[in-house]
């Protein structure tokens, strides 16, 4: 069974930086590696959102309010993703998720309700 499991996230100062990191257990290498990637994150009273996303070949995208600070990366031989965040403010406070992307909405970092996510982790940004 294949399972989604992220971890990393933690209390930070505004300004700290974090890292997530995203394994696909239980995943085979034709089924990793032919997937574009993505992190999400889904605030307090909030939709769940797209924030990074990255192809099979590697190309990356953003959402504008994390272009900069946020840079996702994937290493196919682990089945994982990683997310590093640097600049941390407030407003990143959310649980993350990571999934995959369909490859029609990373130009657009459109969000897609899959039917399946894993835990998440916590990214709390306070002072």
């Known amino acids: 069974q294949v399972r989604l499991v992220e971890t990393g996230g933690g209390l930070v100062q505004p300004g700290d930086s974090l890292r997530l990191s995203c394994v696909l257990a239980g995943s085979t290498d034709n089924m990793f590696s032919r997937n574009a990637m993505g992190w999400y994150r889904q605030a307090p009273g909030k939709q769940r959102e797209l924030v990074a996303a990255?192809?099979?070949?590697?190309?990356?995208n953003y959402v504008e309010s994390v272009k900069g600070r946020f840079t996702i990366s994937r290493d196919n031989a682990k089945y994982a993703v990683y997310l590093q965040m640097s600049s941390l403010k407030p407003e990143d406070t959310a649980h993350y998720y990571c999934n995959t992307v369909h490859p029609a909405n990373i130009a657009t970092m459109s969000y897609f309700e899959y039917d399946y996510w894993g835990q998440g982790t916590q990214v709390t940004v306070s002072s």
């Open positions: 990255i192809s099979r070949n590697g190309s990356t």
